[in-house]
């Protein structure tokens, strides 16, 4: 297995088998989870393989939810999922799948007094990695792994959010996990953090099966090589980027005015607005973009929330 452990400069690179999709690592069938009246998950199916593939939704839509069934965080109501091969069903299954799996959850719950080391070594601990020499030198490859080598001996409170999200993924990458699941973790990041971050989440996807949650649509068109798209807790779409963006060919064009008709229209910073839904005769149509396709998946209500 391809581990992380290159530069974080250069380039995001289109990793081996962006387009390819691979025989499944994680198969989930009919998923479901309630809290009280609230369908958070209401019938999720999906495939996932090796490489990134993101999940977009708007507010709301069940995403952290997922994550957190799919990282065993917590039990569905209906439904089952293998992941690896394992069935977190069983005791023994969902064992096997924790000593393989990497969580960045939504709010790691960092303490800050912790220096970036100590929080993966302690993490590195919780993994059951008890020799200690093969430990510590697993946390220097996963914080070098990040680009943080250098402020390993910081506490957690003194680095940037950018670092400390760095720190999250370094700590979710201990072990070398198959199973790599990503909540948000470009959220507040400034753009080249965020780029630089979208390499490191490229390369953890050479060989491994990574689900990443994000709002960012430039996060899936850049790294990934399928998208699922969840709203009120149902898989609304799932394949390739370029599937959900060909979705929109013919459905985006451009006016002086805000379409009434339109599903989603918003102005753009040339002052015109850009439209989305079923043009009128003659439109200006443009080139549509993943975020439309996204748009066009979601109808009304959740597209208003989502965009
Ligand atoms: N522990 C909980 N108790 C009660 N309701 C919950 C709980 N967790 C999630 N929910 C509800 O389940 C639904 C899905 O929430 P979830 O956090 O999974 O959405 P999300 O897509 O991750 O949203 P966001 O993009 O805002 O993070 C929401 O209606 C939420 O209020």
């Known amino acids: 297995m391809t581990t992380a452990s290159a530069s974080a400069s250069g380039p995001v690179p289109g990793h081996g088998g962006r387009g390819a999709s ?11 989870l309630r809290f009280g009246g609230t369908r958070a998950l209401d019938g999720v199916s999906l495939r996932l393989s090796h490489g990134v593939t993101g999940l977009l939704g708007p507010n709301g839509a069940g995403k952290t939810t997922l994550l957190r069934v799919l990282a065993t ?10 992941a690896l091969g394992h069935d977190p069903g069983t005791p023994s299954g969902r064992l096997a799948l ?13 303490h800050p007094d912790f220096t970036a080391f100590d929080f993966v070594d302690y993490v590195a601990i919780l993994k059951e990695l008890t020799d200690r020499t093969a430990r510590l030198g697993e946390v220097r490859r996963v914080l070098e792994a990040v680009d943080l080598s250098e402020v390993r001996g910081k506490r957690l409170k003194r680095l940037s959010g950018g670092m400390r999200q760095r720190v999250a993924l370094a700590a979710a990458l201990v072990g ?5 699941v990503l909540d948000e973790p470009t959220v507040g990041l400034d753009p080249e953090q965020r780029m630089r971050f979208r390499e490191l989440i490229a390369q953890a996807g050479e060989g491994r099966t990574v689900l990443l949650s994000t709002h960012q649509t430039e996060d899936v068109a850049m790294l990934c090589h ?17 599937e959900l963006t060909a979705r929109a060919a013919g459905r985006v064009w451009s006016s002086a005015e805000r379409d009434p008709n339109a599903l989603a229209g918003w102005r753009t910073g040339m ?9 009128p005769k003659g439109a200006d149509l443009v080139e549509p973009t993943l975020e439309d396709g996204y748009l066009l998946v979601l109808d009304g209500d959740d597209a208003a929330v989502g965009a």
């Open 22 to 32: 691979g025989p499944a690592t994680v198969t989930a069938t009919d998923l479901s």
């Open 176 to 180: 070398d996990p198959g199973f790599l």
């Open 73 to 82: 965080a917590v039990p569905p109501d209906g439904g089952r999922f293998t």
């Open 98 to 110: 924790r000593r393989t799996l990497g969580y960045l959850p939504q709010n790691p719950g960092f």
């Open 226 to 242: 399928r998208v699922v798209v969840l709203a009120r807790g149902r898989v609304r779409f799932e394949g390739a980027p370029a």
């Open 271 to 279: 002052g015109a607005f850009r439209n989305v839904g079923d043009p």
